[in-house]
T-cell receptor
Framework: KAGVTQTPRYLIKTRGQQVTLSCSPI?????VSWYQQTPGQGLQFLFE???????NKGNFPGRFSGRQFSNSRSEMNVSTLELGDSALYLC?????????????FGEGSWLTVV | QQPVQSPQAVILREGEDAVINCSSS?????VHWYRQKHGEAPVFLMI?????EQKGHEKISASFNEKKQQSSLYLTASQLSYSGTYFC??????????FGTGTSLTVIP
């Protein structure tokens, strides 16, 4: 069974540009969440999607957005990139919503903003 | 709302035990524990549900004190492979997860 797949794995962008990251959840999983990981900050929740609808949103500016498609695949977009956006972006999927579901993480997309 | 983990870092010799604590200011429905090695995805260790039993496998176990909104991860007879950063994730009924800032565990020979 394939795990959570994220693309691209590594990317370098310039300040002011935008970036789109992609995530394919485990087959059969319908909930996808995104996290930003930076040293010292741990995993910061960005948003959660279920059935193509955003269900929860973390405390990030509107430059961070996402969407989910009918096949549960998800994308997140960051516009007008800032140096502080450099981080590991992790996608995670769960079979359903609910705090009892196990979260499975992808290997992440390393974003460097220069 | 982010749970607080302690200690922030710990260094052990092979065979020693360690305890990592996680506490939240919110009423919890579940606590999840993950281990992440450098450059890799966090890997699920275990989940503890409100009203559930203490969980464990191999030499890693955990407890969940619902009244105190705290969980502890116990690593016994540590092995070199236990090295990594351990995260607790907490969830209330609203389904939003919050992860702690992590505990760096280093096991040395």
């Amino acid at each position: 069974k394939a795990g959570v797949t994220q693309t691209p794995r590594y990317l370098i962008k310039t300040r002011g540009q935008q970036v789109t990251l992609s995530c394919s959840p485990i087959s059969g999983h319908r909930s996808v969440s995104w996290y930003q990981q930076t040293p010292g900050q741990g995993l910061q929740f960005l948003f959660e999607y279920f059935s193509e609808t955003q269900r929860n949103k973390g405390n990030f500016p509107g430059r961070f957005s996402g969407r989910q498609f009918s096949n549960s695949r998800s994308e997140m977009n960051v516009s007008t990139l800032e140096l502080g956006d450099s981080a590991l972006y992790l996608c995670a999927s769960t079979r359903d919503r609910g705090p009892g579901n196990t979260i499975y993480f992808g290997e992440g997309s390393w974003l460097t903003v220069v | 709302q982010q749970p607080v983990q302690s200690p922030q870092a710990v260094i052990l010799r092979e065979g020693e035990d360690a305890v990592i604590n996680c506490s939240s200011s919110k009423a919890l429905y579940s606590v999840h524990w993950y281990r992440q090695k450098h450059g890799e995805a966090p890997v699920f260790l275990m989940i503890l549900l409100k009203g559930g039993e203490q969980k464990g496998h191999e030499k890693i176990s955990a407890s969940f004190n619902e009244k105190k909104q705290q969980s502890s991860l116990y690593l016994t007879a540590s092995q070199l492979s236990y090295s990594g950063t351990y995260f607790c994730g907490t969830a209330s009924l609203g389904n939003q997860f919050y992860f702690g800032t992590g505990t760096s565990l280093t096991v040395i020979p």
